[in-house]
């Protein structure tokens, strides 16, 4: 039987032998009174130390507030932030692109800036001087004229006064100046026939009195023409003709 039941039945054998209301009686329902005032706030705060320590046993591991990790100065390290490799420094994420930051390090842009010329210089013409001149028999002659193309040039030629000099130059895709002689009184020339610009020229010419002149004539590609002009250099034919 517990203290307050003991309490009680003696309460109540005194009631029954009409002692109820004695000083004595009064002071064993005070005593009563103590006791369960005590017991009730010695219950309550062992209830509530016991719920403080299931809860704290209940709660997840992953809840629980994680351990901050420091570097080597001692500052924290922010794991969501910045992924520490081995081999480098700290490597973060900026707008979903991975970014790494060295610590007192400059850096600054690579490549090489582009500076415009100061002015723009087209070609010049070019001019490809012949082959070394070589002396051959007169080609087949017909009335005594001789015809030349342009596969003779850099050759010599002798004529005899009287005789006639006929150039025939033609090369597709190339346009040809006008042959010309340097000394009419020794080789006169006659004829031409040409077209501006034209792949094909023919020039004749009349052996007048002895001496020496050259005829010659160029011809250039169709872009030497263009603005800007193209690289293409300028050929010059010419032929050494011999009046003996």
Known sequence: MS???RIRDALGRAAD???????RAEALERAVSRRQR??????????????????????PRDSRTPQARL?????????????????GPP??????????TTRGAT???????????ASVVYPSATTVAPPRATTTSAPPST???VMVSQDDNGKTFTLRPGQHLVVSLSDPGWRWSEP???????????AVSANPGSDHVTASFDAKKTGQAHVSASKDAPCRAANPPCMTPTYLWQITVNVT
Request: glycine residues 10%.
């Open 17 to 23: 032998e009409n002692h109820a209301g004695t000083p």
């Open 91 to 100: 490597v973060g994420s900026v707008n979903g692109e991975q970014t790494t």
């Open 180 to 190: 010309d002689t340097d000394n009419s009184t020794v080789l006169a020339r006659t």
């Open 143 to 145: 009335n005594d004229t």
């Open 38 to 59: 005590k017991l009730a706030l010695t219950g309550g705060g062992i209830a509530a130390v016991l719920l403080v320590v299931g809860l704290a046993v209940a709660l």
């Open 3 to 5: 203290f307050e039941d």
């Open 107 to 117: 850096v600054s842009p690579s490549g090489t800036a582009y500076a415009p010329p």
């Open 71 to 87: 570097d080597a100065a001692g500052r924290p390290i922010d794991a969501a932030d910045t992924t520490t490799t081995d081999n």
